[in-house]
């Protein structure tokens, strides 16, 4: 039973490019979130997509966006590339409402480098 | 709205010694708790959740916690570390009856040293 994967594991971008970030839940879960951690910190959440919407959404700019897909997959874009956006990027399935246990399972990570 | 603070950022131990990892929360309403594990450049592993029943709850790689209602706490515990345990800790908090959105203390950098 694959668990959550995410690609690329790692990349580098500069200051005001765009980058996309690819998230698979684990088989028989249906709901996506995603984190930003930055280098030393905590988990931070970014949005969560449920039934191809965005359900709820942590205190990140515009510039974060995303997509759930009818399959559950999901994407994370950032826009305007900042310093600051440096971190490595956790993407976190979980079942549906009705199974909810509040578990989170996580990904390995997306580690975004801006220089 | 809810917290979690964990109240040592880093904690050194001993191979074989005992170690607590503290943590407490502050929410108006019920909470899930977790402890989660990240070892270097990956993601976090659950290693216990406190859901309802008991207050001790028992983990993976022998960890328990203990949940404290009075105290607001959920101090996660193992009476004998290795080697492999050095990584970092962090606690989190969810809300009962609610999103699957968890909030993360600043984590705790357990060293365990030969």
């Known amino acids: 039973d694959a668990g959550v994967t995410q690609s690329p594991t790692h990349l580098i971008k500069t200051r005001g490019q765009q980058v996309t970030l690819r998230c698979s839940p684990k088989s028989g879960h249906d709901t996506v979130s995603w984190y930003q951690q930055a280098l030393g910190q905590e988990p931070q959440f970014i949005f969560q997509?449920?039934?191809?919407?965005?359900?709820q959404r942590g205190n990140f700019p515009d510039r974060f966006s995303g997509h759930q897909f009818p399959n559950y997959s999901s994407e994370l874009n950032v826009n305007a590339l900042l310093l600051g956006d440096s971190a490595l990027y956790l993407c976190?399935?979980?079942?549906?409402?009705?199974?909810?246990?509040?578990?989170?399972?996580f990904g390995e990570g997306s580690r975004l480098t801006v220089l | 709205a809810q917290s979690v603070t964990q109240l040592d950022s880093q904690v050194p131990v001993f191979e074989e010694a005992p170690v607590e990892l503290r943590c407490n929360y502050s929410?108006?309403?019920?909470?899930?708790l977790f402890w989660y594990v990240q070892y270097p450049n990956q993601g976090l592993q659950l290693l216990l959740k406190?859901?309802?029943?008991?207050?001790l709850v028992k983990g993976i790689n022998g960890f328990e916690a203990e949940f404290n209602k009075s105290q607001t706490s959920f101090h996660l515990r193992k009476p004998s570390v290795h080697i492999s345990d050095t990584a970092e800790y962090f606690c989190?908090?969810?809300?009962?009856?609610?999103?699957?959105?968890?909030?993360f203390g600043a984590g705790t950098r357990l060293a365990v040293h030969p």
């Open positions: 976190a399935s979980s079942p549906g409402l009705e199974q909810y246990t509040g578990e989170l399972f």
């Open positions: 929410s108006s309403v019920s909470v899930y």
């Open positions: 406190y859901l309802s029943g008991s207050t």
């Open positions: 997509y449920y039934e191809e919407e965005e359900r």
């Open positions: 989190a908090v969810g809300i009962s009856g609610g999103y699957n959105k968890l909030i």
